[in-house]
């Protein structure tokens, strides 16, 4: 999400003409990471510019539309695929508390951590939830009779059948 919300924001800052285009590519791109805000927001700062610095309107009012657009159609369509992987606030909640106690690299740590809890968590569960780890096994003989069973015709008989 991160990579793909800040190429998208530095291609159409770059296709409107904007000057800064590092910072708000960089700001959507964080904004991808943690969904508290959407992504739209490091838009804002452009769509300004082109609409009272340079007094072009439908240009800002189209790139704001091009910066929210994405939000509905691309964010649900992976979100849908994703299943069982948590919810994204929780993901940001590792972002911000891997980040909080770690530093910059927490910011990487903090989701794996999340990652490898929510797989333990449902290993434990399928563990729980498995019908055959409750019931032993069924044979028909006991341990020791399939060991010695004797065949039940001597091998002269199998090799004048198999002629």
């Given at each position: 999400?991160?990579?793909?919300?800040?190429?998208?924001?530095?291609?159409?800052h770059?296709?409107?003409?904007?000057?800064?285009?590092f910072?708000?590519?960089?700001?959507?791109?964080?904004?991808?990471?943690?969904p508290f805000?959407g992504t739209?927001?490091a838009a804002?700062?452009?769509v300004?510019?082109?609409?009272?610095?340079?007094?072009?309107?439908?240009k800002?009012l189209?790139?704001?539309?091009?910066?929210?657009l994405?939000?509905y159609?691309?964010?649900?369509a992976?979100?849908?695929?994703?299943?069982g992987g948590?919810?994204?606030?929780?993901?940001?909640?590792?972002?911000a508390?891997?980040?909080?106690?770690l530093g910059?690299?927490?910011?990487?740590?903090?989701p794996i951590?999340l990652?490898?809890l929510v797989?333990?968590?449902?290993?434990?569960?399928?563990?729980?939830?498995?019908?055959?780890a409750?019931?032993p096994t069924s044979?028909?003989m006991?341990w020791p009779?399939?060991?010695y069973?004797?065949?039940?015709c001597?091998?002269?008989?199998l090799?004048?059948?198999?002629?």
């Amino acid at each position: 999400m991160a990579g793909f919300y800040g190429l998208y924001t530095w291609l159409t800052h770059t296709i409107f003409g904007i000057n800064i285009v590092f910072i708000p590519s960089a700001l959507a791109a964080i904004l991808g990471v943690v969904p508290f805000l959407g992504t739209y927001w490091a838009a804002v700062p452009a769509v300004l510019d082109l609409w009272l610095a340079q007094g072009e309107g439908c240009k800002a009012l189209l790139l704001l539309v091009c910066h929210l657009l994405p939000t509905y159609f691309v964010d649900t369509a992976i979100y849908s695929d994703i299943s069982g992987g948590g919810h994204p606030y929780l993901t940001g909640l590792a972002v911000a508390g891997g980040a909080y106690y770690l530093g910059l690299e927490g910011a990487i740590i903090g989701p794996i951590l999340l990652c490898i809890l929510v797989v333990a968590s449902n290993i434990y569960s399928a563990m729980l939830l498995s019908p055959t780890a409750s019931m032993p096994t069924s044979s028909p003989m006991s341990w020791p009779l399939q060991i010695y069973r004797q065949p039940r015709c001597p091998p002269e008989e199998l090799r004048i059948t198999t002629e």
